[in-house]
């Protein structure tokens, strides 16, 4: 069976630090990658989405991909309290209709 | 841009009523939609992908005459929970992909919370 895994967490870092969230994924066809954020009793939101190997930035967020150790991560520098939420990663499996598998998530909790 | 929107945000039903919500994309057309579950502090489950214009895909242990989609448009799909009991009570989130390719993103609803009495 195809799967992404996260670990659930709690990760707790404290405010301006950097958050590093990570994934593994089991299929080596995959293509795109994503990082969403869900707070609790949302839907979750897209954050960053990456397709090549190595680092893609965008504002405080860099998602870094390896697809040789089938790793995806997902760094947030200078972490706010607002940034507390389960982060969740996703993978559209190859074979035509890239369905999308989501990891479980890992709960991120900034303290102030 | 990329804006889903979902109808009704909340709804409470007695139980054996049906539901039907609704999900649409504002602002893109979207080939494909798929439809999530998801229960208190658990992960999302996906229950179904629909493609316009074709029979939705469900997956294992959903049971597809008990969840009805219909994608008639390239702007709406909708799900219908049919005799609802209190076990369907849940989040219901839709989200929808401009393209079947491997590189589009899909966009999420802000999600219907059902609740069946």
């Known amino acids: 069976q195809k799967e992404v895994e996260q670990n659930s967490g709690p990760l707790s870092v404290p405010e301006g630090a950097i958050a590093s969230l990570n994934c593994t994924y089991s299929d080596r066809v995959s293509q795109s990658f994503f990082w969403y954020r869900q707070y609790s009793g949302k839907s979750p939101e897209l954050i960053m989405s990456?397709?090549?190997?190595g680092d893609k930035e965008d504002g405080r967020f860099t998602a870094q991909l390896n697809k040789a150790s089938q790793y995806v991560s997902l760094l947030i520098r200078d972490s706010q309290p607002s940034d507390s939420a389960t982060y969740l990663c996703?993978?559209?499996?190859?074979?035509?209709?890239?369905?999308?598998?989501f990891g479980r998530g890992t709960s991120l909790i900034v303290h102030p | 841009g990329a804006v889903v929107s979902q109808h009704p945000s909340r709804v409470i039903c007695k139980s054996g009523t049906s539901v039907k919500i609704e999900c649409r994309s504002l602002?893109?057309?979207?080939?494909?939609m798929f439809w999530y579950r998801q229960f208190p502090k658990q992960s999302l489950m996906l229950m179904a992908t629909?493609?316009?214009?074709?029979?939705?895909?469900?997956e294992q242990g959903v049971e597809k005459d008990k969840f009805l989609i219909n994608h008639a448009s390239l702007t709406l799909s909708t799900l219908t929970v049919t005799s609802a009991h209190p076990e369907d009570s849940s989040f219901y989130i839709c989200?929808?992909?401009?393209?079947?390719?491997?590189?589009?993103?899909?966009?999420f609803g802000p999600g219907t919370r059902l609740t069946v009495l």
């Open positions: 602002d893109f057309q979207a080939t494909t």
């Open positions: 996703a993978v559209n499996i190859g074979g035509g209709s890239y369905i999308p598998t």
């Open positions: 990456i397709y090549s190997n």
């Open positions: 629909s493609n316009e214009g074709s029979k939705a895909t469900y």
């Open positions: 989200s929808a992909r401009a393209s079947g390719g491997a590189f589009n993103e899909q966009f």
